[in-house]
């Protein structure tokens, strides 16, 4: 497996810096956060977005995704949600960036069924576009639809080979779904794995690596036990937790750490 780090351990760092990170540390690659406050998105020109790839290329570091925040089952129009997915691929796309993270995000008041079937047709329509870029779109187990069997509800849906699944090992927990179920669902569908650790369901502050509660030892022998070889991601949710400590000083620990888990699971 190879392992990559998301940028919002990171908030702002110049690409520059966010390389000598991955570099000085080993990892394979990097999850962009393509948001207004990074310095990668929607809104680079094409200038500024051969640059970015060139340094990646430079640095022999990859770009895994971009971890957008459209939402796909949130209420309302469908127009401006396929429109942020539509710009989101065209990034990608320009950076090589092989995936677009996207959010479930239904809302409180709507059924299931209905949240599953807007984010389906939503997902579906925008797949088109994702063919003709070589992108493909993963739904993040997260928010409404947290596990992995809320994830193929829409999955199965949609039935088109440019979308599929991202598995944030923490959601899935926080939602009494177990490892193994997880990925029973997800992998027929699984993009790459998003890892990281927390003290409890009550305080989801980012700890190092193995230093909480999650299953991180489960998940990657499951997952090498299933013969799966793809990216497994730390996402330190350093933006949403101030008094969380430096991801940069943890970078050479977690990599560490997850080695480990990989050597022992081999």
Known sequence: MKLAFSTLGVPGLPISDVLRLAVTHGYHGVELRAHPEEPVHTGLDL???????????????????LAGYARVAAPGADEPVIDEIRELLGLARDLGAPFVRVFPGGGSDQSPEEADATAARRLGTAAEY???????????????????????????????????????????????????????????F?????????????DTTPLPLGAGVLPLTECVDLLSREGWDGWLCWEYEKRWYEGAAPLEGLLGEGRDYLARLLNDAA
Do not use: C, N
């Not at 200038?47 to 022999?60: H, I, L, S």
């Not at 699984?190 to 009550?202: E, F, M, N, R, T």
């Open 190 to 202: 699984l993009g790459y794995v998003q890892v990281k650790d927390i003290a409890s369901p009550d």
């Open 47 to 65: 200038t500024a977005r051969a640059d970015v790839a060139a340094e990646f290329k430079t640095a022999g570091v990859e770009i895994l995704g």
């Open 130 to 188: 994702a063919a003709d870029l070589g992108v493909r779109i993963l739904l993040e187990t997260h928010d409404s639809h947290r596990t992995g069997a809320d994830a193929i509800r829409v999955l199965g849906l949609v039935g088109h080979r440019q979308v599929g699944a991202l598995w944030d090992v923490m959601h899935t927990w926080l939602g009494g779904e177990q490892p193994s179920a997880s990925y029973a669902a997800l992998s027929p």
